[in-house]
């Protein structure tokens, strides 16, 4: 996710560089040729280039906002995530009769969060097209990993462990069928948070929208120095080129936007997020073996 400071011009100007290069030399030879060539009169009416900037405007807009939607939707959903796994946890600690607080309890417990924290990693991981068992070894038991590594959705597979145990916990009468019930639910929320995910991750943005938005951008371009150059001669070349970075840049966040787990600068934080929710668990544990706080890559976080 981009930060607030520090955002380099270059990594902005570097979204559409070869837009505006093409844009610079095209608006240029237009200037030339009208100024040194006068083979025939270039310029038209700025009404034209206007109605479609117009109409341009507004659907760049409209794209813009259903890309933030999907951008903003991602975020609350990770942050029902963060949520629903301390609610999970802290009902695991205090649901559970554990009058003589025995070793079995507490190993219990550990291993139930550390594949609570393997399953946000898992989770992120997979979303990104990364592998989903990339270092969960730390967290999950070898015979853990080895149940979940034959599953095609790992983060399921850890599910469909928590709910088994949750099940033994029942059956042993270390919960009560209320308490059982509180429990599933929450792992019911974080399936459902999973499925969000996945929904968000499988949808593709209506491709011939974008495509109809890209030619009608280009088609105003071509227009736009012609009816600039009755009114500002050679020097439409930079307000061609300031007009056509601005719309060109509004696109390119918008493409960005809509995507939010494609391990890019715009994505949501997924990485940075689950090493919170990991952090806050293992202190809900008292687990001195608490990871650092991820560091901002200049002006980004994972």
């Not at 400071?5 to 979204?15: C, Q, T």
Request: charged fraction near 20%; include cysteine; aromatic fraction near 12%.
């Amino acid at each position: 996710m981009l930060l607030k400071k520090n955002i380099p011009i270059s990594y902005v100007f570097g979204k559409v560089k070869y837009e505006v290069t093409f844009v610079v030399i095209y608006a240029t030879l237009i200037g030339i040729w009208d100024k040194y060539l006068h083979g025939i009169s270039m310029s038209i009416p700025l009404s034209v280039p206007m109605v479609l900037g117009t109409v341009l405007s507004l659907l760049l807009a409209f794209k813009s906002n259903q890309a933030y939607d999907r951008w903003w939707e991602a975020r609350i959903v990770w942050g029902a995530i963060v949520n629903d796994s301390r609610t999970l946890v802290r009902q695991l600690l205090y649901f559970m009769a554990d009058p003589y607080v025995s070793v079995s309890v507490k190993n219990f417990q550990d291993r139930f969060i550390n594949r609570q924290i393997a399953w946000c990693y898992s989770l992120g991981q997979s979303l990104r097209n990364q592998s989903p068992t990339n270092r969960l070894n730390k967290y999950l038991e070898p015979e853990e990993l080895e149940f979940v590594s034959k599953h095609d959705n790992v983060p399921n597979a850890l599910l469909q462990l928590h709910g088994r145990d949750l099940k033994r916990l029942l059956q042993e009468g270390q919960v009560n069928k209320y308490q059982q019930v509180e429990l599933d639910d929450t792992l019911t929320r974080l399936c459902d948070s999973m499925g969000k995910c996945e929904r968000i991750k499988n949808t593709i943005f209506p491709v011939t929208y974008g495509l109809y938005i890209h030619f009608s951008l280009f088609i105003f371009i071509l227009l736009l120095p012609f009816s600039l150059l009755d009114t500002f001669g050679i020097l439409e070349i930079p307000m061609v080129v300031i007009i056509a970075a601005s719309f060109f840049l509004i696109e390119k966040m918008a493409i960005h936007l809509q995507d939010p787990f494609e391990n890019k600068p715009t994505d949501t934080p997924v990485t940075t997020i689950a090493r919170t929710i990991e952090r806050n668990l293992k202190q809900m544990i008292n687990d001195h073996k608490v990871p650092e706080k991820i560091k901002a890559e200049s002006f980004y976080v994972l």
